[in-house]
């Protein structure tokens, strides 16, 4: 990011979102009625099955479509692997669960890219298409606005109790849904009610999106911890401590940027550090709609949707109460 800064930003009158708040994907109009939201994104290996794999890097890498309001239409498909090392059928599995996620979305596979790499990567390049009026970014949150999460928290902590063998059965299999459920039925929500704005969380957890919601929309943003869904046997793992690196990077950076109630003990604001892989969509919207939201939320699947804070005025900072 520090060296992106030091580029010069690309201007250009239907180039709508770039890189400047650090939003979830670029957005381009072709016209008054359409817009291209162009993302891209790769992982290493999250879950031991390769299936499932597949599965979560093609859902990590739609929701940045879903985020800013946009509908998936097509994806290039990216995959690296050391040759010789990784079996044929392995790498079928980790396809067929990109391709039938893909087809999950109501997206297609339109081709990709193969490399050799020292380890497996697989990932998605997608194209979208959102009305230029209709674009949600992470930069439109407005004081008085209430803050919806849609999926919970723990997934980096569960991934990495599992690489040491320390993630319980019920815990992984929890991961592994939310991972795999795709954010296509909040988003169709958050277009059809109108929000402020919205970003999926990922790597910089649920308050570094919240941070980045915050300083792009110029305001300040309350977590109530208390009311954030984390999967429950993230709790046990947190105090043991087997946070993976992102979240303590991330843990790092946000206490310069929060102010932590005091009873907000540690493993809890770690927790809402958590470095996510496919999580849920951070919702700001207008506080009279919240309760319905999350209503129409749950009638459509999204059964741990919550509203667990609100916006302020500025100047940007975050704020974690219980």
Request: net charge negative; hydrophobic share 45%.
């Amino acid at each position: 990011m520090q060296v992106l800064q030091q580029l010069p930003a690309f201007r250009h009158p239907d180039l709508l979102v770039g890189g400047e708040t650090s939003d979830d994907a670029g957005v381009y109009r072709l016209d008054n009625e359409r817009a291209l939201v162009l993302t891209v994104d790769v992982l290493t290996p999250i879950a031991d099955d390769p299936y499932v794999f597949g599965q979560i890097a093609a859902a990590n890498s739609l929701s940045d479509v879903y985020a800013m309001g946009g509908t998936p239409l097509a994806a290039l498909c990216i995959l690296g692997y050391p040759v010789g090392e990784v079996s044929n059928d392995t790498v079928r599995k980790v396809l067929a669960g990109v391709w039938d996620k893909v087809r999950e979305a109501g997206a297609v596979v339109a081709g990709g890219h193969t490399t050799k790499d020292v380890e497996l990567k697989c990932g998605l390049a997608v194209t979208g298409l959102v009305h230029p009026d209709r674009v949600v970014t992470n930069a439109g949150a407005r004081p008085g606005d209430a803050l919806v999460l849609t999926k919970p928290l723990g997934i980096g902590i569960i991934t990495t109790a599992l690489r040491a063998n320390l993630a319980p059965a019920r815990a992984i299999e929890q991961a592994n849904r939310v991972m795999c459920e795709l954010n296509r039925a909040g988003a169709t929500a958050m277009t059809d009610v109108g929000v402020s704005s919205a970003t999926d969380i990922t790597g910089f957890g649920l308050l570094g999106h919240a941070w980045e919601m915050a300083s792009g929309s110029g305001v300040a943003i309350e977590i109530r911890a208390d009311q954030v869904p984390v999967i429950p046997e993230a709790f046990d793992l947190a105090r043991q401590d087997l946070f993976p690196g992102g979240s303590v990077k991330n843990h790092e950076f946000i206490k310069t940027k929060t102010d932590f109630a005091p009873s907000v003990p540690e493993e809890l604001q770690m927790l809402l550090c958590d470095a996510q892989t496919s999580g849920g969509l951070l919702i700001s919207l207008s506080a009279d709609r919240a309760a319905g939201f999350c209503g129409r939320l749950h009638e459509v699947g999204v059964a741990q949707a919550a509203a667990i804070g609100r916006v302020l005025p500025g100047p940007a900072r975050i704020r974690v109460v219980r």
